[in-house]
């Protein structure tokens, strides 16, 4: 039996057990109507259940929503719940982080690509990026009030902002290291929670802001109701591609963090994608400062830079000047093409809401999804290479098309087919993403339990389990 045909036949069942089609609508008592609120973002934390007033407009049973009818209160409620794929995407993104990130240094394969191409670890912020963008979709389905609801994703959007200047500006300074405290002088302003607060307060603008009446009967009309929004994607798109490869970049300088030592990178191009004299680098150092990017650039696992080469090393004999300049992989130009994934995940978060068949919404997702993908490695195979440090059109294209299919695949299994058992962890982590975030990605966790030790700092249950000096 095909795939369709199941479909199908779990929608005679939701007939025969409801007395409904899947996109009826139908009238509950009051009562017992409930409701959950979707969250935006990183903010996944379940809302409290809230009772609808008998005033309310009926709700409509999606075919993607799950339907009790065993509710031992009484009266055989509805009971309608979040989409489950949209926490076990997040969560399947949250542990795929951890995995690079512990594993990573083990394993150099799967860690970041040192420069173009795409490993394990680069799909991970496309991800985020991508399910922002879903959750937005269904958060702002409807808006009561614009300004309200601008008020409070700018609000949303300066937390995740303050998070990301704790967790990575420099402030707390890891493992083996009791202190803490950063020089303004040398903060670090960008990172992963500051580009995903900026994607989503823009696309979140976008949503509020930019969408027509048009009611909403098949893909033409879908395009047409958010026309000014692929508007902006077009927009953001064209700057990007224009700024990358048009600008001059001149001959720049930098001190070694290690000795101070000056050395002198020569550029003198347009146009050029490598580490050293590329536009998204030459854009960071003039208006950021040299002195606030990150220092650990992937490009320093190059074989021009390591002799461990896809794994930090030494620097070989003859090693290029560029090699330990800092260089910053969330910077302003490269987080352009960022807030275009976040766009495409609200396109495909669009489709959730206007379209209830499962059939209509899998191929409204599978058509551009697979269409990304294979425009993204055209763009790389005629020399706009996947890189993730620069966020090429191409690595946009190639990892918001896996994202898009990837979520493909878990709805069918835990939305369409109600396969949930394999994914409860996952659906935990999704619920409380920005929690395992902070603790176990930034290292907050380690640094509060080498805070207790015994006699000594070096005496602490991080040395006990082997992790930090001997």
Not at 212 to 222: N, Q
Not at 230 to 246: A, D, R
Not at 381 to 396: E, P, R
Request: with cysteine; glycine share 8%.
């Amino acid at each position: 039996m095909g795939m369709y045909e199941l479909i199908n036949q779990q929608d005679n069942n939701i007939k025969k057990n409801t007395g409904m089609e899947g996109g009826d609508l139908m009238k509950t008592d009051s009562k017992n109507q409930k409701y959950v609120e979707m969250e935006e973002g990183l903010n996944t934390t379940d809302k409290e259940l809230s009772v609808m007033s008998s005033s309310t407009p009926p709700i409509q049973i999606l075919k993607n929503t799950v339907i009790n009818n065993n509710d031992n209160s009484g009266g055989g409620a509805l009971k309608s719940r979040r989409l489950v794929s949209l926490d076990v995407f997040r969560g399947l993104t949250v542990a795929l982080m951890v995995l690079v990130d512990d594993a990573g240094g083990i394993f150099p394969a799967i860690n970041h690509s040192p420069w173009n191409g795409v490993t394990l670890a680069d799909f991970v912020m496309p991800f985020f990026l991508f399910i922002v963008g879903v959750a937005l979709g269904l958060t702002y389905k409807k808006v009561p009030c614009r300004v309200d609801a601008t008020k409070k994703a700018v609000l949303r959007a300066l937390k995740l902002l303050i998070f990301g200047l704790v967790l990575q500006g420099g402030y707390l300074h890891g493992i083996n290291n009791l202190t803490y405290g950063v020089d303004i002088q040398r903060i670090r302003w960008t990172g992963t929670l500051q580009r995903i607060a900026i994607a989503y307060l823009l696309t979140a603008i976008c949503e509020i802001w930019l969408k027509g009446d048009d009611f909403v009967k098949a893909e033409r009309s879908l395009l047409k109701k958010y026309q000014f929004q692929w508007i902006f994607v077009l927009v953001l798109t064209v700057t990007y591609t224009v700024l990358m490869y048009g600008l001059y970049v001149p001959d720049w300088e930098y001190q070694s963090p290690s000795d101070n030592s000056s050395f002198s990178v020569k550029c003198g191009v347009r146009g050029d994608t490598g580490p050293a004299c590329n536009a998204v680098g030459m854009i960071d150092r003039k208006l950021l400062g040299i002195q606030h990017l990150y220092k650990r650039p992937t490009y320093a696992r190059t074989t021009e830079c390591s002799i461990n080469s896809p794994d930090y090393g030494p620097l070989p004999p003859n090693a290029p000047t560029w090699c330990q300049a800092p260089f910053d992989p969330e910077g302003i130009l490269s987080s352009v093409m960022a807030i275009v994934t976040c766009m495409i995940g609200l396109h495909f978060g669009h489709i959730i809401v206007h379209f209830n068949d499962h059939k209509d919404r899998m191929m409204s997702w599978m058509v551009p999804a697979a269409g990304l993908v294979v425009v993204g490695f055209i763009l790389d195979f005629c020399g706009m290479h996947v890189n993730k440090a620069l966020y090429s059109l191409s690595y946009t294209c190639v990892t918001t098309g896996a994202a898009g299919i990837l979520f493909v695949g878990i709805y069918v299994m835990v939305d369409v087919f109600g396969f949930r058992k394999p994914t409860l962890v996952f659906e935990w982590m999704g619920m409380h993403a920005l929690m395992i975030y902070i603790f176990a990605a930034c290292n907050v966790l380690p640094v509060l339990l080498q805070g207790f030790y015994w006699k000594k700092p070096e005496n602490n249950i991080l040395r006990l389990i082997g992790i930090g000096r001997s």
